[in-house]
């Protein structure tokens, strides 16, 4: 994943680094708990040590992975002015149902991904379906059996 060029918010980029700062501040706190484990005798069946070391573990692959993120990541604010013709990454999408329901979303990296708050990952099946899509577009969700269809009303840069 290092060196993976991938471009992303400021806002997602500045996330990226404050989840860095607080799993960084856990290393002495998880290095402490594997010490008073250890001291505790028999490590085959130390279950408090066995635990912390897979928190540590996990702790040391999530920092890995986003620092590979942040070294290849392109904040989208800073390549000048992106066209609003398409669905591109960081494009802001509002689109119509088959119902007539109108939704919004924004086009994210995986790693921005908040359905919660409307920011759609380009690597789902929503926003695989939008991304390159001009206005007007009418295009097909490949989500249960049957899909669904979306209508691309405005694209634009917020």
């Given at each position: 994943m290092s060196g993976e060029q991938t471009f992303i918010t400021r806002k997602g980029y500045e996330n990226l680094h404050k989840q860095l700062a607080e799993l960084q501040k856990r290393r002495p706190v998880i290095s402490e708990a594997i010490k008073e484990a250890r001291e505790k005798g028999d490590l085959k069946e130390n279950a408090e040590y066995h635990a912390a070391k897979e928190e540590m573990a996990h702790n040391e692959r999530r920092i890995q992975e986003i620092e590979g993120k942040l070294s290849g990541a392109r904040i989208l604010e800073d390549q000048g002015e992106l066209p609003t013709d398409k669905a591109y990454i960081?494009?802001?999408?509002?689109?119509?149902?088959?119902?007539?329901?109108?939704?919004?979303?924004?086009?994210?990296?995986?790693?921005?991904?908040?359905?919660?708050?409307?920011?759609?990952?380009?690597?789902?099946?929503?926003?695989?379906?939008?991304?390159g899509q001009p206005v007007d577009a009418k295009v097909k969700v490949p989500v249960g059996k049957a899909g669904y269809h979306l209508t691309i009303l405005k694209i634009s840069r917020d």
């Open positions: 960081g494009a802001t999408v509002l689109v119509k149902d088959d119902s007539g329901e109108e939704m919004k979303f924004t086009l994210v990296d995986p790693a921005e991904s908040d359905v919660a708050s409307g920011l759609i990952s380009i690597t789902s099946p929503i926003g695989q379906s939008l991304l």
